[in-house]
Antibody, heavy 120, light 106 residues
Framework: QVQLVQSGSELKKPGDSVKVSCKAS????????FNWVRQAPGQGLEWMGW????????TYAQGFTGRFVFSLDSSFSTASLEISSLKPEDTAVYYC?????????????WGQGTTVTVSS | SYELTQPPSVSVSPGQTATITCSGD??????SCWYLQRAGQSPVLIIY???KRPSGIPERISASNSGNTATLTISGAQAMDEGDYYC?????????FGGGTKLTVL
């Protein structure tokens, strides 16, 4: 079936880096984009940006430039989010979600979320 | 930057109708979507393109978008409808979420 499966929870120290993966299955990956969404503890959803599955080109939302990198593996079926120089305020659940171009159709399949905790 | 505003909370009695609003400048000129996030779960898309329901979403869930306000209506509210509802739109190739509305069925 159509699903996005994310990597497991991470506990990191400030200054570390973390890589979260999102593996797609059950559909033609190049027909959809991968999106990344952050949810800080007790807070709402925050869109981080997306990656074009045909070109591998990433686009970052305001506030997610510099320390955040989206990438795809060589098969284009696994997307990754890497965050460097982690700060305690990066503590959140990170979701990947697929969308067909333009987002008017919404993000119809979501991963289970990956909890990243940054603490000394 | 574009903003969407939702009420923080809405309460409804079982079997009654709940409405959740989402306000944004000229929102009806953009497509709106809605998501339900139950406690401890990933968000689920429940409305896209203003009024469309994905497969598996019951007909008692409906929505509209007019002027500056998109409205989600839940008829015959049930305990399973409890959770956080988020509206979403996109503007200038940027996706925006509303702050979320906690729906309580009691």
């Amino acid at each position: 079936q159509v699903q996005l499966v994310q990597s497991g929870s991470e506990l990191k120290k400030p200054g570390d880096s973390v890589k979260v993966s999102c593996k797609a299955s059950g559909y033609t990956v190049t027909s959809y984009t991968f999106n990344w969404v952050r949810q800080a503890p007790g807070q709402g959803l925050e869109w981080m940006g997306w990656i074009n599955t045909n070109t591998g080109n990433p686009t970052y939302a305001q506030g997610f430039t510099g320390r955040f990198v989206f990438s795809l593996d060589s098969s284009f079926s696994t997307a990754s989010l890497e965050i460097s120089s982690l700060k305690p305020e990066d503590t959140a659940v990170y979701y990947c979600a697929r969308a067909v171009g333009g987002w008017s159709y919404g993000m119809d399949v979501w991963g289970q979320g990956t909890t990243v905790t940054v603490s000394s | 930057s574009y903003e969407l505003t939702q009420p923080p909370s809405v309460s409804v009695s079982p079997g009654q109708t709940a409405t959740i609003t989402c306000s944004g400048d000229a929102l009806d000129e953009k497509y709106s979507c809605w998501y339900l996030q139950r406690a401890g779960q990933s968000p689920v898309l429940i409305i896209y393109r203003d009024t469309k329901r994905p497969s598996g979403i019951p007909e008692r869930i409906s929505a509209s978008n007019s002027g500056n306000t998109a409205t989600l209506t839940i008829s015959g509210a049930q305990a399973m409808d409890e959770g956080d509802y988020y509206c979403q739109a996109w503007d200038s190739n940027t996706v925006v979420f509303g702050g979320g509305t906690k729906l309580t069925v009691l």
